[in-house]
């Protein structure tokens, strides 16, 4: 890794180590992605980012504290089409609610895979499981550009509001594409900028941290992800999160 690659990744790993801990001591919502302020974290479901983007049944079937930690700009599970018996990997799985929510979709002869490189989410998502019962889960740790499972693993890819915080995407899709089985599909939710915003100003936007400075543009993703090797590739926008800048539901197909 580079050395600003490195740099990038130690914040987002404190960040959302802090954030961990915050939601572990106080259980308040955090909300990881958005503005930063003087505080590290503000107690918000503010409209762009956080557990509003959720079914008031699908927060009832998961312990409080995962419901109260999601961080995300999207609600995956919601456009993923899981199916019973489904195997599903979590890209950035921080405290679980997105794992257990799709572990509970593709039942008993499915599986959930989370993968974090945050050892203290790593720590909460584990206690989640513990109290959901959930026995067809398993949190591993590790970072999304180099994903810790087999060739041809998963049917399902998800991720919420976390692959914008890579500082080497290419390498994100190419391992997409790796673990998925043939005619496997994504289903991700991740902050996209309007095509004529340069990365000077999505940096004017907001930080890399706060996922806005590392959002690719609309153009930038679905080239991204066609050199992967994806087809069937779609982004659309589902709410605005800044000037220029979207949340977006993002699906593709591995041939």
Not at 14 to 21: G, I, Q, V
Not at 169 to 174: E, G, I, R
Not at 193 to 209: K, M, N, P, Q, T
Not at 242 to 247: A, R, W
Request: proline fraction near 3%; hydrophobic fraction near 40%.
């Amino acid at each position: 890794m580079t050395d600003s690659t490195t740099e990038i990744r130690n914040k987002v790993r404190k960040r959302y180590a802090d954030a961990a801990l915050s939601v572990d001591s106080s259980c308040c919502e955090t909300d990881c992605c958005g503005p930063e302020t003087s505080d590290a974290f503000v107690t918000t479901d503010s409209g762009e980012f956080g557990t509003w983007l959720y079914e008031a049944d699908q927060l009832s079937a998961i312990p409080d504290g995962a419901a109260l930690a999601s961080l995300g700009c999207g609600n995956p599970t919601a456009v993923a089409e899981l199916h019973e018996g489904e195997t599903v990997l979590d890209l950035g799985s921080g405290a679980g609610i997105d794992v257990l929510l799709s572990a509970r979709r593709v039942g008993p002869s499915g599986f959930a895979y989370g993968i974090d490189m945050t050892d203290e989410m790593l720590a909460l998502a584990r206690k989640h499981q513990q109290e959901a019962g959930a026995a067809n889960v398993e949190f591993r740790r590790g970072v999304i550009e180099d994903i810790p499972l087999d060739d041809a693993a998963v049917d399902v890819i998800i991720s919420n509001c976390v692959i914008n915080l890579s500082a080497d995407k290419p390498a994100v899709f190419a391992e997409m594409h790796r673990v998925l089985r043939p005619g496997g599909r994504i289903g991700v939710a991740d902050v996209v900028a309007d095509d004529l915003l340069s990365e000077g100003d999505r940096l004017e936007r907001g930080s890399w941290v706060g996922c806005v400075a590392g959002a690719l543009s609309f153009a930038e993703y679905r080239n991204g992800l066609a050199a992967a090797g994806f087809t069937d590739i779609s982004i659309e926008s589902t709410h605005g999160v800044t000037d220029g800048m979207h949340s977006a539901i993002v699906r593709a197909t591995k041939a």
